[in-house]
């Protein structure tokens, strides 16, 4: 078993102009300790990235994170050293201490955990966020509260990033199609983002322990439900937001807004809004004073609707399917009343 020198007094600062890479660390406590550990042997050693691995984390890591650098003409015995602290063979004076390993020792009792890389490679059918779900529960599992965290970090944006892209294509592209295509296209690198940034931690983590193992083939099953369950969603949500009675109201809803709301019909009564959703196309007025007694909300209501059954457009409109919510409001804006037009409110009127 190799012996670690004591540390001498002090160490010549390493020559920039000789400087090579030894290894990468994504953590500044594992790259500190192993530059001391150099130290402690006599060679001079410098850590590279530090301070952009610690100020922003993921972007850190993405561009190779922590870097310990090394005179070349020490790289031989740096290599051999780093080697034996990696196995866990170096030993300090008293041979009964032995220097820890890198990596954190397995729990005990051992938990049954998802195989790593299998759960990334379910990513490449089902998408990057299955697999950081798997992850997640392996760390949560393994009791890494630190490692648990940053999983479920990336987890979480993830997740928001789809809904986003959902919440864009259902109601501002409003096209399926190139919604899916944004997920296709965008899938594969946050995958191998997230593998290389985080997820691989947990494989080399895992390495070499021995641990009951969840099926694949469940996940992949409860994967491909979800994933098949999401797209009949999406699908049913897309069908909605795509009716062309329901864009027709939107665009009716927009002209009037843009044709000069709020206006003033007389001294107590404002129309102040438009909107629409679905099939119903609301109108809200403000009422004040005497336009709220019970009577003159009545006359109100009764000549909205005759004027509404009267107009061509929104007789066409009716005849579609349309529901006219008329919403009346008091000068805060609390809601007095709501009244409903429909087709059949026009016919009574003609009965009439």
């Given at each position: 078993?190799s012996?670690?020198?004591?540390?001498?007094?002090?160490?010549?600062?390493?020559?920039?102009?000789?400087?090579?890479?030894?290894?990468?660390?994504?953590?500044a406590?594992?790259?500190?300790?192993?530059?001391?550990?150099?130290?402690?042997?006599?060679?001079?050693?410098?850590?590279?990235?530090?301070?952009?691995?610690?100020?922003?984390?993921?972007?850190?890591?993405?561009?190779?994170g922590?870097?310990?650098?090394?005179?070349?003409r020490?790289?031989?015995?740096?290599?051999?050293?780093?080697?034996?602290?990696?196995?866990?063979?170096?030993?300090?004076?008293?041979?009964?201490?032995?220097?820890?390993?890198?990596?954190?020792?397995?729990?005990?009792?051992?938990?049954?955990?998802?195989h790593?890389?299998?759960?990334?490679?379910?990513?490449?059918?089902?998408?990057?966020?299955f697999?950081?779900?798997?992850?997640?529960?392996?760390?949560?599992?393994?009791?890494?509260?630190?490692?648990?965290?940053?999983?479920?970090?990336?987890?979480?944006?993830?997740?928001?990033?789809?809904?986003?892209?959902?919440?864009?294509?259902?109601?501002?592209?409003?096209?399926?199609?190139?919604?899916?295509?944004?997920?296709?296209?965008l899938?594969?690198?946050?995958?191998?983002?997230?593998?290389?940034?985080?997820?691989?931690?947990?494989?080399?983590?895992?390495?070499?322990?021995?641990?009951?193992?969840?099926?694949?083939?469940?996940?992949?099953?409860?994967?491909t439900?979800?994933?098949?369950?999401?797209?009949?969603?999406?699908?049913?949500?897309?069908?909605?937001?795509?009716?062309?009675?329901?864009?027709?109201?939107?665009e009716?809803?927009?002209?009037d807004?843009?044709?000069?709301?709020?206006?003033?019909?007389?001294?107590?009564?404002?129309?102040?809004?438009?909107?629409?959703?679905?099939?119903?196309?609301?109108?809200?007025?403000?009422?004040q004073?005497?336009?709220?007694?019970?009577?003159?909300?009545?006359?109100?209501?009764?000549?909205?609707?005759?004027?509404?059954?009267?107009?061509?457009?929104?007789?066409?409109l009716?005849?579609?399917?349309?529901?006219?919510?008329?919403?009346?409001?008091?000068?805060?804006?609390?809601?007095v009343?709501?009244?409903?037009?429909?087709?059949?409110?026009?016919?009574?009127?003609?009965?009439?």
């Open positions: 078993m012996e670690t020198p004591s540390a001498p007094s002090a160490l010549p600062p390493p020559d920039p102009a000789e400087l090579v890479t030894l290894t990468r660390f994504e953590l406590i594992d790259a500190e300790m192993v530059r001391s550990l150099l130290a402690s042997a006599g060679i001079p050693a410098q850590l590279a990235d530090l301070n952009t691995v610690n100020a922003y984390g993921v972007l850190g890591n993405a561009l190779g922590i870097r310990l650098l090394v005179q070349e020490d790289l031989p015995e740096a290599t051999a050293l780093l080697a034996d602290y990696r196995a866990g063979t170096l030993a300090l004076d008293d041979e009964d201490e032995a220097v820890p390993a890198a990596s954190p020792a397995a729990p005990d009792p051992m938990p049954a955990l998802w790593p890389d299998w759960a990334a490679a379910i990513g490449l059918l089902l998408g990057p966020l697999p950081m779900l798997l992850h997640y529960q392996n760390w949560c599992r393994i009791g890494d509260h630190a490692a648990r965290r940053r999983s479920l970090t990336w987890l979480l944006a993830t997740l928001s990033g789809v809904l986003g892209i959902s919440a864009y294509m259902l109601w501002i592209a409003r096209d399926l199609h190139s919604g899916m295509g944004i997920f296709m296209l899938s594969f690198p946050v995958l191998v983002l997230w593998y290389f940034c985080a997820g691989r931690k947990q494989a080399q983590t895992m390495l070499g322990w021995t641990y009951p193992r969840r099926p694949m083939g469940l996940a992949m099953l409860l994967g439900l979800v994933l098949l369950g999401s797209g009949f969603a999406l699908g049913i949500l897309h069908g909605i937001s795509n009716d062309p009675l329901s864009r027709l109201l939107v009716v809803a927009r002209e807004v843009k044709n000069g709301l709020p206006y003033s019909i007389d001294a107590n009564t404002r129309h102040i809004a438009v909107s629409a959703s679905g099939k119903i196309l609301t109108d809200t007025f403000e009422l004073g005497d336009a709220l007694a019970t009577e003159a909300i009545s006359n109100f209501l009764a000549f909205r609707q005759a004027e509404v059954c009267q107009d061509d457009v929104s007789r066409e009716l005849n579609q399917g349309m529901i006219n919510e008329i919403l009346i409001v008091d000068g805060q804006h609390n809601p009343q709501r009244h409903y037009i429909t087709l059949d409110n026009c016919h009574s009127g003609d009965d009439s």
